[in-house]
């Protein structure tokens, strides 16, 4: 019995942690914690881009993917595709049809992607880039096909020019599925051009035409968002430097912008996508009016003259770089740039006269090497002698630690450079045991980019990765030291962001999303909590005199938010052990009787959210009494909690 009570108080004893409210450690930058986007797992085209027709343009390299001939009521005809690559390079791809009988009809229907998502109720916008050949007068119906093959939509269009125009019409849908089709059925004989088929709904992202889904932009704005990173990623690479990103073809007309392969369409044997192209309908103006929509500060990064150096490591040589740095320098002329600039002007006839007010850029994704830092020196001095100001992002390579990782960090650390780029992607455990990471990094130096990461519950490129409460917990644990060590580490985010439930890649994902509805995982509320929390001054939170960072399996900071007057407290338990808590907090005039906590836990640290429990593992919010200067806290196993206190 002495000894079951002894083990009783041990579990119940009270561990005292003291808060110097007074003392500020560090600034808070408001760029702490963002997103980084690439187009992966369907991201861009299938997913936040809410075109819903695949191959609309007909530039894949099989140019009918996505397509399937279709005949009815006895009508009958062909299709040719015409390449013109000689006038028209970008779009080099366009279907002739030949509708050979008076009756019934002859054309297509288009799969989308994994099938196109549609509601009841919602008005879809189809137009198409079309001419009449000779004298003839063909007739388009368009229909949507739903389950079990039902008409859930239709409209007729008659294009009547002999050139290229575009046209277009709206109509709505009576059914809700998952997997509708597009038909564009032809009839009256004749011969027919068309390009550009395409289906958007009317309700997009702040109702642009030919804009983004709405769902899913609306995640990235509720994570209040520091930054936006983009567009990639390994994107910005390419497998070769012929399928690098290039920015200046993903701007204007949609028509004119060169489409590709995307990079991730035959990367992975276990999760081969021969579908996965980029149409750039989500390009950098794109990227641009997203971030500022948000509230984000952008942060794009380019291309360095290097092609992925786990790929085929293409390089250009030195004395060809110009163009690469050149259009460097014409991106910050496009966002920066007044109407009197050649690039500003551009921004401003494209309908955004107001600058984007970048501060800083990217030059190179996850390169390593020599060969890097030579083109590094290169882009830098361009970049600083015409724009100072701009702070430039230079990556360490895809490690943490190691030889490429020592290269990289000593040589642009002599070189004076402002923000390093660092990545980690490792086992939860990793991300418990480096919570200190920073806490010796020297206070003078470089910023730090916490770039891309995330906990891997198998292995890194594992397709078994899940997305469990493990991760996540260990995830927030590691925060806490980015945190606390805010003076060094001024930026941070998750990495990947999205993946299709039907057409991913890669395995951890922040959101996932079928073609109707999405769901946060526990990581995006990890990374929502302490973005929304992350107040603006952080302040000493500790256990005998030291920072908690794996204590009792606990992991705490706290800050102070001066612009809602308040204190923050995180604390993360790791453990399989409840533990009561409290806080003595010095340097303060009192806090009101009652504060709010924001609990995220669960029972089982494989849990997961999933589109049918999307929330089984998400935030719950309660009020808990104050006595004077200390506040008592019972922490649950395996939770994070944020506490707020307002000052009287």
């Known amino acids: 019995m002495l000894c079951a009570a002894g083990t009783f108080t041990a579990m119940h004893a009270q561990t005292q942690y003291t808060i110097a409210a007074d003392k500020v450690k560090a600034h808070i930058q408001p760029t702490m914690y963002g997103i980084f986007f690439e187009d992966i797992n369907l991201a861009a085209d299938g997913g936040v881009y809410a075109e819903l027709v695949k ?23 062909r299709t040719e595709v015409i390449n013109r690559a000689v006038e028209r390079p970008e779009n080099a791809h366009f279907i002739k049809s030949y509708i050979t009988t008076d009756a019934g009809f002859y054309g297509f229907s288009n799969e989308g992607f994994r099938g196109m998502g549609v509601k009841e109720g919602e008005e879809y916008s189809f137009s198409v880039i079309a001419k ?28 009547t020019d002999k050139e290229w125009n575009r046209y277009s019409v709206k109509f709505k849908s009576s059914a809700t599925t998952q997997k509708a089709q597009l038909y564009v059925w032809m009839s009256g004989k004749g011969v027919i051009d068309l390009d550009m088929i395409s289906l958007f709904p009317e309700h997009t992202w702040k109702n642009r035409p030919g804009g983004l889904r709405a769902d899913l932009v609306q995640r ?21 430097l012929s399928n690098r990103y290039q920015w200046k073809k993903t701007i204007g007309a949609v028509d004119k912008r060169e489409n590709i392969i995307n990079r991730w369409n035959t990367e992975f044997k276990h999760r081969p ?36 150096e786990f790929n085929t490591g293409e390089l250009v040589p030195l004395d060809k770089l110009d163009p690469y740095v050149q259009d460097a320098l014409d991106l910050i002329e496009f966002a920066n740039g007044d109407a009197s600039t050649k690039w500003g002007k551009l921004r401003t006839d494209l309908g955004h006269p107001a600058p984007f007010n970048l501060k800083m850029i990217g030059v190179g994704n996850e390169q390593w090497g020599p060969q890097y830092i030579d083109r590094w020196k290169i882009f830098t001095k ?16 895809p490690s943490p630690d190691g030889k490429e990782f020592d290269l990289l960090n000593k040589t642009f650390r002599g070189l004076g450079a402002d923000i390093l780029d660092e990545h980690y992607y490792a086992p939860a455990k990793w ?5 200190r990471r920073y806490d010796n990094y020297d206070r003078k130096g ?27 917990l260990s995830e927030a644990a590691f925060m806490t030291g980015l945190e606390r060590n805010a003076d060094v580490v001024n930026m941070a985010s998750y990495a990947p962001l999205f993946a299709h ?16 509805k999405s769901y946060a995982t526990p990581n995006y509320y990890v990374q929502q909590l302490f973005s929304i929390n992350k107040g603006t001054d952080v302040v000493p939170l500790t256990l005998n005199n030291e920072a908690i960072a794996g204590q009792n399996d606990s992991y705490a900071t706290a800050s102070l938010d001066k612009n809602t007057n308040e204190l923050v407290i995180k604390f993360v338990n790791t453990s399989t052990s409840a533990q009561n808590v409290s806080f003595k907090i010095t340097g303060s005039k009192g806090y009101q009787k009652q504060a709010t906590v924001t609990t995220l836990k669960a029972d089982d640290k494989d849990a997961e959210n999933s589109l049918t429990a999307p929330t089984a593992v998400s935030p719950v919010e309660s009020k808990i009494d104050i006595s004077g200067n200390t506040l008592k806290l019972a922490v649950e196993p395996y939770s994070f909690k944020v506490v707020r206190l307002k000052n009287k």
């Open 55 to 77: 191959n609309r343009s007909f530039e894949f390299n099989m140019p009918l993917m996505g397509w399937k001939e279709q005949k009815k009521d006895g009508g009958d005809g």
């Open 132 to 159: 009449q050949e000779g004298d003839t007068n063909v007739k388009l119906n368009i229909e949507l096909h739903g389950d079990n093959d039902a008409v859930i939509g239709k409209a007729e269009l008659t294009p």
């Open 220 to 240: 990235l704005a509720d994570l209040k968002p520091g930054f936006l990173r983009f567009p990639g990623g390994c994107i910005v690479e390419g497998r070769e």
């Open 273 to 308: 996508t021969p579908d996965y192209y980029q149409t750039f309908g989500l390009g950098f103006m794109e990227y641009f009016m997203t971030a500022e929509d948000i509230g984000a500060s952008p942060l794009p990064i380019l291309n360095c003259g290097m092609a992925c």
């Open 382 to 397: 361009a970049i600083k002698t015409k724009y100072p100001d701009i702070k430039i992002v230079s990556a360490l390579g």
């Open 431 to 435: 991300f418990r045991d480096n919570a």
């Open 446 to 472: 470089p910023k730090i980019f916490a770039g891309e990461y995330a906990a891997q519950s198998k292995s890194t490129v594992n397709p078994d990765n899940k997305n469990n409460w493990e991760c996540a």
């Open 501 to 516: 439930v039907e057409g991913w890649q890669w395995t951890p994902n922040l959101i996932w999303f079928d073609n109707l």
